[in-house]
């Protein structure tokens, strides 16, 4: 604005100057000429311009060069976030469409079995691996780290991930179906639902209970000897459903889940059983 004005007002001076360039140019008197001239001439040096420090072409290739590189990274970044927004705003619509029918959650039915070398010895395994018994005399596992010392229970041989459903028969006093990461300790508070790292709901022929983190949440009927469970790791839900006619909630879970999860069974008396559906 400033370079503006001052650039206007030599404009004007020059103006100014040059008319009256015009008008001594047509005198006559040769006095009157030689008087004015000097005040004229001195006019010629532009007081203004001159003091203006005009960029060199290379400065403005300079800052050119530097905000495109600006314009650039704002771009990448700006796509970066994009992406990122839209990747949750996927997650949020595939977690929300969680199926409402037997046939739906079938889709996701994943063929589960128990890992003998983390069933207690009190647990004998049969149907090819799908089902659990407790016993009354110890069965004859070999040692393993993996194997659970104080409470009877196992873990499944497959890791869960992503999308994934099975349902579970029970029978008996009193049986668990949980899942946990694969680290849960299996000596001291390793009980499915002592710890934060497996959930779990407890069933028995009067009432089912969830348990996590050592917290335990009533779950409200129906009862029946068929639990089906769901789970969306991606998503952090996990959901237990009374199975029978027709599919019935009985406890939702929604956390961060931070590793691969196994499903397990707690069979806590003589002559319970647990066994995984054939769902194919």
Same mark, same amino acid.
């Given at each position: ?5 001052? /650039? ?15 008008l001594?140019?047509h ?7 030689l ?6 001439s001195a006019l010629?040096e ?11 072409l290379?400065?403005?290739?300079? #800052? ?6 600006v314009?650039d ?11 990122? #927004? ?6 949020v ?12 959650f079938l889709?996701y ?14 647990l004998?395994?049969?149907?090819g ?6 016993? #009354? ?5 070999s040692?393993?780290?993996?194997? +659970? ?25 009193g049986?668990? #179906? ?7 300790s ?8 002592n710890?934060?790292k497996?959930w ?9 209970? +969830?348990?996590?983190n050592?917290?335990t949440?009533?779950?409200?009927d129906?009862?029946?000897?068929? @639990?089906?469970?769901y789970?969306?790791h ?8 009374? @199975?029978?006619?027709t599919?019935? /909630?009985?406890h ?7 590793q691969?999860?196994?499903?397990g069974?707690?069979l ?5 059983t647990?066994?995984?559906?054939k769902?194919k």
């Amino acid at each position: 604005r400033e370079l503006q004005e001052k /650039l206007e007002q030599e404009i004007s001076e020059l103006k100014r100057r040059d008319a009256e360039l015009k008008l001594l140019s047509h005198t006559e008197d040769h006095n009157q000429f030689l008087h004015s001239y000097p005040s004229l001439s001195a006019l010629s040096e532009p007081t203004h311009s001159s003091s203006i420090n005009i960029r060199p072409l290379s400065y403005f290739e300079d #800052v050119t060069a530097a905000l495109s590189a600006v314009r650039d990274k704002l771009q990448d970044v700006l796509r970066e976030e994009w992406t990122n #927004v839209s990747s949750t705003e996927v997650d949020v619509l595939l977690s929300a469409a969680e199926p409402t029918t037997r046939a739906g959650f079938l889709q996701y039915s994943q063929e589960i079995k128990l890992d003998p070398n983390t069933a207690h010895t009190l647990l004998l395994l049969s149907e090819g691996g799908r089902k659990a018994t407790n016993m #009354v005399q110890h069965q004859s596992y070999s040692r393993h780290l993996d194997r +659970f010392t104080d409470c009877s229970q196992v873990l499944s041989r497959e890791s869960l991930t992503g999308r994934c459903y099975w349902e579970v028969e029970w029978r008996g006093g009193g049986v668990c #179906v949980a899942v946990a990461y694969k680290n849960i300790s299996r000596a001291g508070g390793s009980g499915f639902g002592n710890n934060d790292k497996s959930w779990a709901l407890y069933c028995d022929k009067n009432s089912f209970t +969830f348990r996590s983190n050592c917290i335990t949440t009533p779950v409200s009927d129906p009862l029946s000897s068929r @639990v089906g469970v769901y789970l969306d790791h991606r998503a952090g839900v996990l959901s237990f459903y009374s @199975v029978s006619e027709t599919m019935t /909630l009985l406890h939702r879970v929604q956390t961060t889940f931070t590793q691969p999860l196994h499903a397990g069974f707690w069979l806590g008396y003589n002559g319970d059983t647990a066994e995984f559906s054939k769902l194919k």
